[in-house]
């Protein structure tokens, strides 16, 4: 069974790896090599050979038919919940739904997110999404009460589920597809929503409600406590209110993983009633019963400790890591029930396929593999120790004293706690070398306190908080306020020794994104460094980790530059790098929108090994250029920050504490890196004047070369000659666009021009475009955008020129570099593209 439920999850990772589903040749081709299998299996073409030949040749085709199996079952499952999509000529138009409220609504202070359960809509349309993510806005007056399982008539507008598609950061489109969530979007009218009679049923709804519950109660006795988020967490999974300090805290000391409801936290909640049951079975003759005569008090201890685990799940969400761990101890229960001995590995290769059968997307998320990897590295490194047991009792001498029986007592204790001590140190390196790579892949980071810290965490939150919280959830009011507070106080002591470790300078070690070669042979490196004593040279394992050491792929060579227009939603933000120098033009939205900083801008930052900005550039102030700024400041080195801001703005004094050098952006400031040359073309020295748009910082950046030459076209590259130039004009209007071509026309001729004001209507003037005469332009605009950027006008004056354009709402995130005597242009969702997209 491990062959099979290994091979059955490599089938579905494949399968997730995918730009698009199967067709009809390919699922012949799939029968074709799993009818062979299955005829190896049989017992075709074994006739002859050793029996150790023939068992491996069977081994292989066993293997084989179950990835067949992985990735034809994910494969049906996509197609199932692809099918109902909205159709995209109802996106942007007046729906009303009728359903119930799913999960546990996220309520701040710009109104409510909640997921809608669909029961019927007046959209003629057949596969209606069945799950769809809506935000009541509030416009005046704050939402009404959205409770889990209330039933609502509302009318909203919907679009397609779509998400940012960047380099090196995780797949928003994909975690939409794995949560079921087909469309998203908002009400609309809200005065005219009716809440309806009644509400769901089924057991989904009743254990939504019961975690809503819960919630409602730590938020009252911990209502504005600065760690209520961590609490909310550890009992009902839900991890919406953890601040982004705490956040950071924990991602920087390794003990994020805290944080969830995960198999720690299952196993203990389920070893605890494993224990009270078997005790309580045991003593049935107190009450004169004899209970154990019927059914023994071990079979007892597993069956309460499944049924435990799999309430303390439920009330977790069911998330990946408290679903292995459930079926985990399932497995085993069952088993043990049955008069079976199963061995661990087998226990956890069950739960591997069982997750997958329940959720073939589990394996896009990095819980998955941080989970079965972290158990899989124990159990193999345990797998090689033998634990000496004296099983032979003596009884004490006569003449011994009864000091001499407490000083052996004592001696006992002590060599049974050094060797719990040593197991446990053994365990807590084995997840810590196991998951160091992971690591690496999912946050270009390696928190080397986390040892040190998850030494002090793991029993900290496991011995003290959690036992707290579930305390708080298990007894009424007002005692469960007590249990709260107090496990607030604990997770107070718990966040001040984190940020001791994390203050060390040497706490955390940021790496870039590494590719697939390096992430084997570091695995490779793994298993190798965790093997069993005698294993040759397991001295030389960690010579298979430098590649996850080595710098980041070198930059542009000198006298080009590489841009990256990222994929931020309705915002700007682009990276520009030299051969040793990086400059970010804007941040992004941030908290008061899509928080693109937090989550696209700094993780593509340490993804791609930039671990210090020598300018981050603000253009101005609106929150789609400058809302992510303080997320870049907290999070990466910055030398200096270069901005066109009024001078109360509290970005200078961020900047300011992030130990920046401030300057002001003014018309005539110039440097030069690495060949490459620097040119801000506006605003005018001196206090600015109008609106934000009037005073945007505008930069062009020019390349060493000689001139001619095309653009290029779908990733391929076609040859120029002039100076590769970039004209980044953030939201300049016609005004400016006026003055810039008045003052020197022959310096705005660019190659690749970032579109201004992202297309709007009041931009993009003729003159401008025939002056700058670009290549390539491009569009950074969020997908069906409230602005309806880019304006159709103003898209057909690029089109009419027959410019190379892309659009970060259909393209992602574009890479465009001069690569000798041409011109890259790259398309995330060209090259990494997966099945999901655009479906």
Same mark, same amino acid.
Request: glycine residues 10%; contains cysteine.
């Given at each position: 069974? +491990?062959?099979?439920?290994?091979?059955?999850? *490599?089938?579905?990772?494949?399968?997730?790896?995918? @730009?698009?589903?199967?067709?009809?040749?390919?699922?012949?081709?799939?029968?074709?090599?799993?009818?062979?299998?299955?005829?190896?299996?049989?017992?075709?073409?074994?006739?002859?050979?050793?029996?150790?030949?023939?068992?491996?040749?069977?081994?292989?085709?066993?293997? !084989?038919?179950?990835?067949?199996?992985? %990735?034809?079952?994910?494969?049906? $499952?996509?197609?199932?919940?692809?099918?109902?999509?909205?159709?995209?000529?109802?996106?942007?138009?007046?729906?009303?739904? #009728?359903?119930?409220?799913?999960?546990?609504?996220?309520?701040?202070?710009?109104?409510?997110?909640?997921?809608?359960?669909?029961?019927?809509?007046?959209?003629?349309?057949?596969?209606?999404?069945?799950?769809? /993510?809506?935000?009541?806005?509030?416009?005046?007056?704050?939402?009404?009460?959205?409770?889990?399982?209330?039933?609502?008539?509302?009318?909203?507008?919907?679009?397609?589920?779509?998400?940012?598609?960047?380099?090196?950061?995780?797949?928003?489109?994909?975690?939409?597809?794995?949560?079921?969530?087909?469309?998203?979007?908002?009400?609309?009218?809200?005065?005219?929503?009716?809440?309806? @009679?009644?509400?769901?049923?089924?057991?989904?709804?009743?254990?939504?409600?019961?975690?809503?519950?819960?919630?409602?109660?730590?938020?009252?006795?911990?209502?504005?406590?600065?760690?209520?988020?961590?609490?909310?967490? *550890?009992?009902?999974?839900?991890?919406?209110?953890?601040?982004?300090?705490?956040?950071?805290?924990?991602?920087?000391?390794?003990?994020?993983?805290?944080?969830?409801?995960?198999?720690?936290?299952?196993?203990?909640?389920?070893?605890?009633?494993?224990?009270?049951?078997?005790?309580?079975? +045991?003593?049935?003759?107190?009450?004169?019963?004899?209970?154990?005569?019927?059914?023994?008090?071990?079979?007892?201890?597993?069956?309460?400790?499944?049924?435990?685990?799999?309430?303390?799940?439920?009330?977790?969400?069911?998330?990946?890591?408290?679903?292995?761990?459930?079926?985990?101890?399932?497995?085993?229960? *069952?088993?043990?029930?049955?008069?079976?001995?199963?061995?661990?590995? !087998?226990?956890?290769?069950?739960?591997?396929?069982?997750?997958?059968?329940?959720?073939?997307?589990?394996?896009?998320?990095?819980?998955?593999?941080?989970?079965?990897?972290?158990?899989?590295?124990?159990?193999?490194?345990?797998?090689?120790?033998?634990?000496?047991?004296?099983?032979?009792?003596?009884?004490? /001498?006569?003449?011994?004293?009864?000091?001499?029986?407490?000083?052996?007592?004592?001696?006992?204790?002590?060599?049974?706690?050094?060797?719990?001590?040593?197991?446990?140190?053994?365990?807590?390196?084995?997840?810590?070398?196991?998951?160091?790579?992971?690591?690496?892949?999912?946050?270009?980071?390696?928190?080397?306190?986390?040892?040190?810290?998850?030494?002090?965490?793991?029993?900290?939150?496991?011995?003290?908080?959690?036992?707290?919280?579930?305390?708080?959830?298990?007894?009424?009011?007002?005692?469960?306020?007590?249990?709260?507070?107090?496990?607030?106080?604990?997770?107070?002591?718990?966040?001040?020794?984190?940020?001791?470790?994390?203050?060390?300078?040497?706490?955390?070690?940021?790496?870039?994104?590494?590719?697939?070669?390096?992430?084997?042979?570091?695995?490779?490196?793994?298993?190798?460094?965790?093997?069993?004593?005698?294993?040759?040279?397991?001295?030389?394992?960690?010579?298979?980790?430098?590649?996850?050491?080595?710098?980041?792929?070198?930059?542009?060579?000198?006298?080009? %530059? +590489?841009?990256?227009?990222?994929?931020?939603?309705?915002?700007?933000?682009?990276?520009?790098?030299?051969?040793?120098?990086?400059?970010?033009?804007?941040?992004?939205?941030?908290?008061?929108?899509?928080?693109?900083?937090?989550?696209?801008?700094?993780?593509?930052?340490?993804?791609?090994?930039?671990?210090?900005?020598?300018?981050?550039?603000?253009?101005?102030?609106?929150?789609?250029?400058?809302?992510?700024?303080?997320?870049?400041?907290?999070?990466?080195?910055?030398?200096?920050? =270069?901005?066109?801001?009024?001078?109360?703005?509290?970005?200078?004094?961020?900047?300011?504490?992030?130990?920046?050098?401030?300057?002001?952006?003014?018309?005539? #400031?110039?440097?030069?890196?690495?060949?490459?040359? %620097?040119?801000? =073309?506006?605003?005018?020295?001196?206090?600015?004047?109008?609106?934000?748009?009037?005073?945007?910082?505008?930069?062009?950046?020019?390349?060493?070369?000689?001139?001619?030459?095309?653009?290029?076209?779908?990733?391929?590259? $076609?040859?120029?000659?002039?100076?590769?130039?970039?004209?980044?004009? @953030?939201?300049?209007?016609?005004?400016?666009?006026?003055?810039?071509?008045?003052?020197?026309?022959?310096?705005?001729?660019?190659?690749?021009?970032?579109?201004?004001?992202?297309?709007?209507?009041?931009?993009?003037?003729?003159?401008? !475009?025939?002056?700058?005469?670009?290549?390539?332009?491009?569009?950074?605009?969020?997908?069906?955008?409230?602005?309806?950027?880019?304006?159709?006008?103003?898209?057909? $004056?690029?089109?009419?020129?027959?410019?190379?354009?892309?659009?970060?709402?259909?393209?992602?995130?574009? +890479?465009?570099?001069?690569?000798?005597?041409?011109?890259?242009?790259?398309?995330?969702?060209?090259?990494?593209?997966?099945?999901?997209?655009?479906?």
């Amino acid at each position: 069974m +491990r062959a099979v439920w290994c091979g059955f999850a *490599l089938g579905v990772v494949w399968l997730q790896q995918q @730009a698009m589903l199967p067709g009809w040749r390919a699922w012949l081709v799939l029968a074709l090599v799993a009818g062979g299998a299955a005829a190896c299996i049989g017992g075709v073409n074994l006739r002859g050979g050793s029996l150790r030949f023939q068992r491996t040749v069977i081994w292989f085709a066993v293997w !084989l038919l179950a990835a067949c199996a992985g %990735f034809g079952y994910a494969a049906w $499952r996509a197609e199932m919940r692809l099918a109902r999509a909205l159709p995209v000529e109802w996106e942007g138009r007046n729906i009303v739904v #009728q359903g119930y409220i799913k999960g546990l609504p996220v309520t701040d202070a710009r109104g409510a997110r909640f997921l809608f359960g669909v029961e019927s809509t007046d959209a003629n349309i057949a596969y209606f999404p069945r799950t769809i /993510e809506l935000s009541w806005i509030a416009e005046g007056a704050p939402p009404p009460a959205l409770e889990a399982g209330a039933r609502w008539r509302l009318t909203v507008r919907l679009k397609r589920a779509h998400g940012n598609a960047n380099f090196g950061v995780r797949d928003a489109e994909a975690s939409l597809l794995a949560r079921d969530i087909r469309a998203t979007g908002y009400v609309i009218a809200p005065a005219a929503a009716d809440r309806l @009679a009644g509400s769901a049923g089924g057991a989904g709804v009743a254990i939504d409600r019961w975690r809503g519950a819960v919630r409602a109660r730590i938020d009252a006795a911990l209502a504005g406590a600065p760690h209520r988020g961590i609490v909310i967490a *550890l009992a009902i999974g839900a991890q919406d209110a953890v601040s982004a300090a705490d956040w950071l805290l924990m991602r920087n000391t390794g003990t994020s993983h805290l944080v969830a409801i995960s198999g720690l936290h299952i196993g203990f909640v389920a070893g605890l009633a494993a224990w009270f049951a078997g005790a309580l079975w +045991r003593r049935s003759c107190f009450f004169g019963r004899d209970w154990p005569l019927w059914i023994p008090a071990q079979k007892i201890s597993l069956t309460a400790g499944a049924l435990f685990a799999a309430a303390h799940a439920a009330l977790a969400g069911f998330n990946v890591p408290a679903q292995r761990a459930l079926w985990m101890l399932g497995v085993v229960a *069952l088993a043990t029930i049955s008069g079976r001995s199963l061995a661990p590995s !087998l226990v956890l290769a069950w739960a591997l396929g069982l997750v997958l059968l329940v959720d073939p997307w589990a394996v896009v998320s990095a819980g998955f593999w941080l989970s079965f990897c972290a158990v899989a590295a124990i159990l193999y490194a345990m797998s090689g120790r033998l634990r000496m047991h004296d099983h032979e009792r003596r009884d004490p /001498e006569p003449e011994a004293t009864r000091v001499t029986r407490f000083r052996d007592a004592c001696l006992r204790w002590l060599s049974n706690l050094k060797a719990r001590l040593f197991s446990s140190a053994h365990v807590q390196y084995a997840v810590t070398i196991a998951l160091a790579p992971l690591t690496v892949y999912w946050f270009a980071q390696i928190p080397l306190v986390g040892p040190v810290a998850n030494a002090f965490a793991i029993p900290w939150v496991s011995l003290f908080v959690t036992p707290a919280v579930l305390a708080g959830v298990g007894l009424p009011g007002p005692l469960d306020a007590w249990a709260f507070r107090g496990a607030h106080a604990l997770l107070d002591v718990l966040v001040g020794g984190l940020q001791t470790m994390a203050a060390y300078p040497w706490a955390l070690l940021r790496l870039p994104q590494p590719g697939a070669w390096p992430l084997a042979a570091a695995a490779v490196g793994v298993a190798w460094c965790l093997a069993p004593r005698g294993w040759p040279l397991r001295w030389a394992a960690p010579l298979t980790w430098l590649p996850l050491l080595l710098p980041p792929p070198s930059g542009p060579s000198f006298g080009a %530059f +590489r841009l990256t227009a990222l994929d931020i939603g309705q915002g700007s933000s682009i990276l520009i790098e030299t051969a040793h120098h990086t400059l970010l033009f804007d941040a992004g939205p941030g908290p008061e929108s899509t928080h693109a900083g937090e989550r696209v801008v700094v993780p593509y930052l340490y993804a791609n090994g930039v671990s210090a900005l020598d300018t981050l550039m603000i253009s101005h102030a609106d929150s789609d250029h400058s809302g992510g700024a303080p997320a870049v400041l907290a999070g990466i080195e910055v030398r200096q920050m =270069l901005a066109a801001l009024a001078p109360s703005n509290p970005l200078w004094a961020a900047a300011r504490d992030a130990r920046a050098d401030v300057v002001p952006c003014a018309a005539g #400031q110039r440097w030069r890196w690495d060949g490459v040359d %620097f040119a801000v =073309l506006w605003p005018d020295a001196g206090p600015l004047q109008g609106k934000p748009n009037a005073h945007c910082c505008v930069l062009r950046v020019s390349a060493a070369g000689s001139d001619s030459g095309g653009a290029s076209s779908d990733g391929q590259a $076609r040859e120029f000659h002039r100076p590769f130039t970039a004209l980044l004009a @953030a939201d300049i209007e016609a005004p400016v666009e006026r003055v810039l071509l008045q003052r020197d026309p022959g310096a705005l001729r660019a190659h690749v021009l970032v579109v201004p004001h992202h297309g709007s209507k009041t931009s993009s003037t003729e003159p401008f !475009l025939d002056s700058i005469d670009p290549l390539v332009a491009v569009f950074q605009v969020g997908y069906r955008n409230r602005f309806h950027h880019p304006h159709p006008g103003v898209l057909s $004056r690029y089109l009419g020129r027959h410019i190379e354009l892309t659009r970060s709402d259909t393209d992602g995130a574009v +890479r465009i570099e001069a690569a000798g005597p041409a011109l890259s242009l790259e398309r995330y969702r060209d090259t990494h593209r997966r099945y999901w997209m655009d479906r």
